[in-house]
């Protein structure tokens, strides 16, 4: 097999803010709803009666736990202490890590700011998770995610340089300036070349409709869907 470069897979762009916010709706009404409606409602679906039975324990045993369910309209802040001693925060959320990502960058701002602890908060698609050490004090609440519109975006700006967020998208990034065209060219083209002797430029008919004319540096002048022989 021949040789291949390298390449990252960034992290997942995670769910739109849109589909979250749907989603929310969705079961913000299956926990008001009556469940003969919500029964009726997975059925027209596509849900089956095992997977109907699973969501509405599965809302049920999270409004039993905090007595709110986490929707399009309200999001609910869990504490607890782990197996560790160490408090955890979570913040239950159907916004996708698109939003949460950014907002985690914030937090964790904030903590090292007012606390002192340099602890990175987890985003994913269904909210972020707060590890803090041990502490007989009480822990911060949901005052921790409240923030200023006038103050989010400047300070999401000076954290996202360093983050794994900015890193996902580097590696996104340098995966696809690493695309390659097919190793056996459907067809060959001949150009002209401002060095001495012409060049062979093997492109796909994809990239053919292109520009084909190469100067020096040819690495430079020629399309990346293009591949040139010296």
Wanted: glycine fraction near 10%.
């Amino acid at each position: 097999m021949p040789g291949r470069l390298p390449f990252w897979h960034g992290d997942g762009l995670g769910r739109p803010a849109e589909l979250g916010q749907a989603l929310g709706q969705f079961v913000r009404e299956t926990a008001l709803g009556n469940e003969a409606d919500v029964v009726e409602r997975c059925r027209v679906g596509g849900l089956d009666h095992n997977a109907t039975t699973n969501l509405i324990q599965l809302v049920g045993e999270q409004k039993t736990a905090t007595g709110q369910v986490p929707s399009d309209r309200t999001l609910v802040v869990e504490r607890f202490r782990d197996e560790l001693g160490d408090w955890r925060l979570v913040l239950h959320s159907p916004y996708g890590q698109r939003v949460h990502a950014p907002w985690a960058l914030a937090i964790g701002a904030r903590l090292q700011e007012r606390y002192g602890v340099d602890s990175s908060p987890t985003a994913s698609d269904d909210g972020i998770i707060i590890r803090l050490p041990d502490t007989e004090n009480e822990p911060p609440g949901a005052e921790l995610f409240t923030f200023d519109v006038e103050d989010i975006e400047d300070l999401v700006t000076q954290e996202v340089g360093g983050s794994a967020l900015f890193a996902s998208r580097f590696r996104e990034c340098a995966a696809r300036a690493l695309l390659l065209p097919v190793a056996i060219p459907e067809s060959v083209h001949r150009c002209g070349s401002s060095v001495s002797g012409p060049r062979n430029c093997w492109t796909s008919p994809a990239s053919s409709r292109h520009s084909r004319s190469c100067s020096r540096p040819c690495a430079s002048a020629c399309r990346t869907s293009t591949t040139c022989l010296h």
